[in-house]
């Protein structure tokens, strides 16, 4: 079965990047039904979308307005995962970041991370 | 502010059915397939319904979706205490050209 297995520090300091890896197995990241996605949250914010990659013949990003300026989602095909990078961090990054498959066709979430919280503070 | 208003608490004592509602706009709910979520505390939403009314293999038939208009709807019929979890709507919007989720609803089996 698809499986999405989250890596990354849970501390990060103000002004810095933020950077979390999922590692996915039972699936490709290149997989042309589906997109890679990066979901977060808090408290405050609630379930916050923040961006995805896929693959078409070619590759896409598609970022949340929030954080267009700040995010970097890539995939690494030799090692089939995707990661995220959130430049410039602020206490308002605050929160539990999950990876998620999205099968194009339903719109959906079907296959979750196990979540990484990551928390903001010098 | 969630852009799917759900209600925050929802409750209901066993064996009994609780509809859950997810309001939106004709950007979203209104032109677009909605999904709902199951979520435990410290664990990662688990997804109930795609497509609308489409239960993935392993999803109780006890959970059903409807959607009407800009709004949808999760229905728990036969309520078990391990119904008791936060739930979710989503769906994608055209206007902000991403997905949307609804604030949750917190399910409480009395």
């Known amino acids: 079965q698809v499986q999405l297995q989250q890596s990354g520090p849970g501390l990060v300091k103000p002004s810095q990047t933020l950077s979390l890896t999922c590692a996915i197995s039972g699936d490709s990241v290149s997989s042309n039904i589906a997109a890679w996605n990066w979901i977060r949250q808090s408290p405050s914010r609630g379930l916050e979308w923040l961006g995805r990659t896929y693959s078409r013949s070619k590759w896409y990003n598609d970022y949340a307005t929030s954080v267009r300026s700040r995010i970097t989602i890539s995939p690494d095909t030799s090692k089939n995962q995707l990661s995220l990078q959130l430049n410039s961090v602020t206490p308002e990054d605050t929160a539990v970041y999950y990876c998620?498959?999205?099968?194009?066709?339903?719109?959906?979430?079907?296959?979750w991370g196990q979540g990484t919280m990551v928390t903001v503070s010098s | 502010q969630s852009v799917l208003t759900q209600p925050p608490s929802a409750s209901g004592t066993p064996g009994q059915r609780v509809t859950i509602s997810c309001s939106g706009s004709?950007?979203?709910?209104?032109?677009?397939?909605v999904s709902w979520f199951q979520q435990f505390p410290g664990t990662a939403p688990k997804l109930l319904i795609y497509t609308n009314t489409q239960r993935p293999s392993g999803v109780p038939d006890r959970f059903s979706g409807s959607k009407s208009g800009s709004s949808a709807s999760l229905a728990i019929s036969g309520l078990r205490s391990e119904d008791e979890a936060d739930y979710y709507c989503?769906?994608?919007?055209?206007?902000?050209?991403?997905?949307?989720f609804g604030g949750g609803t917190k399910l409480t089996v009395l």
């Open positions: 989503a769906t994608w919007d055209d206007s902000l050209s991403g997905p949307v």
């Open positions: 004709s950007s979203n709910i209104g032109n677009n397939y």
């Open positions: 998620a498959r999205e099968v194009i066709m339903t719109q959906a979430f079907d296959i």
